[in-house]
């Protein structure tokens, strides 16, 4: 069955960084969208990063870009998102979502996704 494991989250404090890492098991990772989603008590849900390997596009949110990166590495089926000076504003829980590639648009604007991680807590504290 196809499943999503995120790892990586803890407690930082500002201006630190930390790496969240997403296990993929179950599908063709090629023929995937990934994000990276939050969701944070009173916000509403924000995709923070996706990639499509459709089109080899990257995504950021305005609020994250120049600080997170995505990355992926097919053979090992795995995508992280590497999230450098952090703010007390990031915290949250960190989705790792994924989508068939027809839907990318959907995950990546929407943040709707077909499967979901389990979710890892980052908190950012000043």
């Known amino acids: 069955e196809m499943q999503l494991v995120e790892s990586g989250g803890g407690l930082v404090q500002a201006g630190g960084s930390l790496r969240l890492s997403c296990a993929t098991s179950g599908f063709t990772f090629n023929h995937y969208a990934v994000a990276w989603i939050r969701q944070a008590p009173g916000k509403e849900r924000e995709v923070v990063s996706c990639f499509s390997e459709s089109d080899g596009t990257r995504y950021y949110a305005p609020s994250v870009k120049g600080r997170f990166t995505i990355s992926s590495d097919s053979s090992k089926m795995t995508v992280d998102l590497q999230m450098n000076s952090l703010k007390p504003e990031d915290t949250a829980l960190y989705y790792c979502?994924?989508?068939?590639?027809?839907?990318?648009?959907?995950?990546?604007?929407?943040?709707?996704?077909?499967?979901w991680g389990q979710g890892t807590q980052v908190t950012v504290s000043s």
């Open positions: 979502a994924a989508s068939e590639s027809p839907s990318a648009w959907r995950l990546c604007t929407k943040a709707l996704a077909d499967y």
